[in-house]
């Protein structure tokens, strides 16, 4: 169904490190490395999941994605191009067809502004300016025009002139001037703004309204005057409304109450399909990423650290982080009676991580070559990555692990 | 910490070497002319030529300004064109009163304001509260002159014969120089240190235990004290109250009385101290509008300070007084603030030394 | 049989017959310029010694409220205008501040949901933890609760405790700031411990810590737990009663197996059936439809009647009208629910 090779994003290498300041003369004292490059690639299509602790990077991640933040290395290709490379120019229109939604569904809408202009708000950024309009069309005046001299010219020049070198030489001015305005014109044309009405952005709006289960009626009211799920549900129109085919979601419904919760992520399920649209779910709830995501990439302190299918994540978890991050876990059923993995101590400072392998210094499993080495992110059959010294892909068959077991019971018997 | 504060006092430099600079840039462009200023219709040409090259005046404008800090460097301000002598007197002789007027003010305004503030706080919405923020929001509003006219009027003149009855200007009675009841043998010249505490109206009585001169001296300050203190009470007041109302609300308050910590100690232990970090930065900063407010409560009250001298100054073309005084207050408006910043790390940990 | 029981707690107040903590008709309201909000409007509860109990609901639905009445830290301008609170017989409403102050921290101790912000930015922790024991131990020897704080902080897994006790909260993690805090609360040895959404702020992995601590404290200490909490699968993990919350009052209450294999309220049927669980893949999660309704103009009748289905589906329309009383359907199970009239009778 889906081109399993068809990626609408893909991050290679990327770093985000941020640069801690301090001394008297303000000098670099450390780097916080909150992203320490990742490889991931998102299928067009998919839901995937970005599931880590507080810390970890995810959201830095998806913030760099959308170059929200800059990054410090690697390249994004959203749609075969390289988003860290583009100008803001170039980025505009791109940005256009990638949107995000944040946590907190209070403070990232401006209390005083209603909800009708606050979802309009991205369509009139990239709405070609009513002063612009005309001169779009006066640019479009100016490429003919520079015709018509070339034309007249060439006229001209062929009565007086006889000597064809010079004939060529001057055509070939003319042809550069004329394509120069021709490029400035097309320069214009790519920061992609659209014409659009007013009446056309009103129906937009109240379309998004509607596709995420609010009223025409609630255009003019203030976000204090709706509950937390409605406003999540504002923030989901506010990305709709530019029609993008991916959007990044920072953990959308952890403000919300549980009942509302079920309510945000059965919406978000819908529209994924409805609008097929691309969704990078960011999450540290393993139960709301497993039941919204097709792949899920699990992050440890700026690196990826397992990738698989949600399927094959959740039967056969291979990374030891990604075992104790699911048996820490509770299970709303007092019957299930599961072996903990309780890790010790607390998640190291990206500040100052572990050297090699990062996880090494709160795992049961730890080796010698854990601390040396740092494992690379590997395929360990079907498709399911995993960064461990401790899972290559021979050991990939079930190894009677606990947590395996575990999880077996948990599912309904 | 002393890198701290290292850091801090390298960063003041730059602003002393602006201040210097604008101070000198201002007084020359300034129109008119110091000569004839000073000597009215005895200005002649040829006195004048005197006049300027006796003052380095005849010089051009960067020669000035260069001999100007090379002087500064060596602590000598130059001479007053009015008075005749060195400023660096004229600041030993007038500067103390000053310095005091103001410290006195400034505890009036955190030793009623700072309760006043808890107060209103502790019991919000209640007529005291009320009460306070509309005597706190009258007193930002009235000017200094104002407010201190009023006082004289109604301590010096209504509540004549009374026992309220204050000073309603001037000075107390000159007392002797504590180093001489002392029986010191020091060498007190114009411009020495022993000087410039001799000069303090109510340090030198107390120190020289004369109490019933300190005290004369003292009630002529009360009044000017209130006039200046007054709009400074009144924003420590509102400050003091809305940011304990801020912490009362915090969890970690919470959490005191839910350890059992009675009401007195949730206050005073736990919220006041959080409560008064902003409280502090916003003494620091009303520090300059106080000593600026010094100025024209001299006036009002015929106190002879530096507010006096500098205003005869300003009138009267007096270049390296208006320079010299208003560089010494600017640096001591810098130093009050690095002092609260480096006050500031001490009350609150989670501000990084590095 | 509950009067009996105030009648006898005077003299046999060690008598582990009785609860811990009983809570009767509890009403806690905020009278606001928009009209009063009834936050809790008629909680019952008992804890038993060594017992936890958890107190579960949607955010507005009072749990921490109640909690909060419990020790009287309730804000203006909100008070408690009905019901009586007994800690081992001792009536609590009646008692004055001071006598409030001697008994919080000693006998009841509260945990909070922001452990980093619940501690005093401006003291180290040592000194936070050594103020609990200056409070209410103030007989014993300086040096010797010095040696107690540091004591308590090995206690409660904190490595390296005689340094980490010189930290300031900042200089700690949300869950050693939570550890810290939970040292504070048992300091005393409390008889009863609340703790009001102690790892929702935390990680997964450091709330399976913590939880793990908290179950070890529970044990060895022999104390009451009242757990607030919104998140089924730590009720699931902790709880041996729980009581679920909705819009101020208790809708149901039973030993927490019996809870989880058959919901008897139609909430919390809504409520597990809405939670994603993890290993339990569902294609479309189950919703409550609708949103609690105002808690300052609660409608008449059951508060849970407008977004119940179970109503429409049985035609009851009495839930529209009356309001149910707390009924024990099974043993130790009770339920809010006019569903479950017949079976009372």
Known sequence: MKNTDDFILDIQGLKVHFEMKGGILQRTTGVVKAVDGIDLKIRRGEILGLVGESGCGKTTVGRAVLRLIDATEGEVYFEGKNLLDQSPKTLKPMRRQMQIVFQDPISSLDPRTKIGATIAEGLKVHRLQRWKQPFSTFLALLELATDIPLWLGLRWLHKRLREPAILGALIGILGSVASFFRALAAEWDQTGNIEISNSQIRQKVLDALQKVGLEKTHTNRFPHEFSGGQRQRIGIARALVLDPTFIVLDEPVSALDVSIQSQVLNLLKDLQQQLDLTLLFIAHNMSVIEHLCDRIAVMYLGKIVEVASREELFKNPQHPYTQALMSAIPIPDPKTKRERIILEGDVPSPLNPPRACRFHTRCREAIEICAIDEPPLIDIGNGHMCACHLRQPEAAEPTGDDVTSVLSEVSPS | MTGYILRRLILAIPVIIGILFFTFALTRLLPSDPCRQQLQEHATEAVCREFNRRHGLDQPIPEQFRRYLGDIARGDFGDSFEYGYSVSRLMVERFPRTLELTVYAMLFAIIVGVPLGIISAYYHHSAIDVGTMVGANLGVSMPVFWLGLMLAYVFGVLLKDTIFWLPPGGSGVDTRPFYEVWGLSVEASETSIWTFIAHMDTLNPLLGGNLAGFWDNFRHMILPMAALGTIPLSIIARMSRSSLLEVLGQNYVRTARAKGVRERGVVFKHAFRNAMLPVVTIIGLSFGSLLSGAVLTETVFGLSGVGDALFSAITGRDYTVVQAFTIVIAIIFVFVNLVVDILYVFLDPRIRLE | ?345
């Not at chain 3, 501690?119 to 010797?144: D, R």
């Not at chain 3, 929702?200 to 992995?205: I, Q, S, Y």
């Open chain 3, 1 to 345: 049989m509950i009067d009996k029981a105030m009648q006898n707690n005077g003299n046999n107040s060690s008598n582990g017959e009785h609860a811990l903590l009983e809570v009767r008709g509890l009403k806690t309201h905020f009278f606001t310029r928009s009209g009063v909000v009834k936050a809790v409007d008629g909680v019952n509860l008992r804890v038993k010694r060594g017992q936890v109990v958890c107190i579960v609901g949607e955010s507005g639905c009072g749990k921490s409220m109640t909690a909060l009445s419990i020790l009287q830290l309730v804000d203006k301008p909100g008070r408690i205008v009905e019901g009586e609170i007994y800690l081992e017989g001792e009536e609590l409403t009646s008692k004055n501040r001071r006598e409030m102050s001697q008994l919080r921290g000693s006998r009841i101790s509260m945990i909070f949901q922001e452990p980093r912000s619940s501690l005093n930015p401006v003291f180290k922790v040592g000194k936070q933890l050594l103020e609990v024991l200056s409070i209410h131990k103030h007989a014993i020897a300086k040096t010797e609760r010095e040696q107690q704080v540091v004591d308590l902080l090995r206690a409660v897994g904190i490595p390296d405790p005689k340094k980490r006790a010189s930290n300031y909260p900042h200089e700690m993690s949300g869950g050693m700031a939570q550890r810290v805090m939970i040292a504070m609360g048992i300091a005393c040895a409390p008889d009863l411990l609340i703790a009001d959404e102690p790892t929702t702020a935390l990680d997964v992995t450091i709330q399976a810590q913590v939880l793990d601590l908290m179950r070890k404290l529970r044990d060895e200490l022999n104390i009451g737990i009242i757990f607030i909490t919104h998140d089924m699968g730590v009720v699931a993990e902790m709880a041996d009663i729980v009581a679920v919350m909705y819009a101020g009052t208790v809708v149901e209450e039973a030993p927490t197996e019996s809870l989880f294999e058959e919901p008897l309220h139609p909430y919390t049927q809504g409520l597990i059936a809405s939670i994603p669980i993890m290993g339990e893949f569902k294609d479309r999660l189950d919703v409550i439809p609708g949103t609690v309704p105002s808690l300052i103009d609660m409608p008449p009748g059951c508060r849970f009647a407008s977004r119940c289905r179970a109503r429409i589906e049985h035609n009851l329309e009495k839930c529209l009208d009356e309001e149910p009383e707390l009924m024990e359907v099974r043993s130790g199970h009770s339920v809010r629910c006019w569903l479950y009239e017949e079976q009372d009778t």
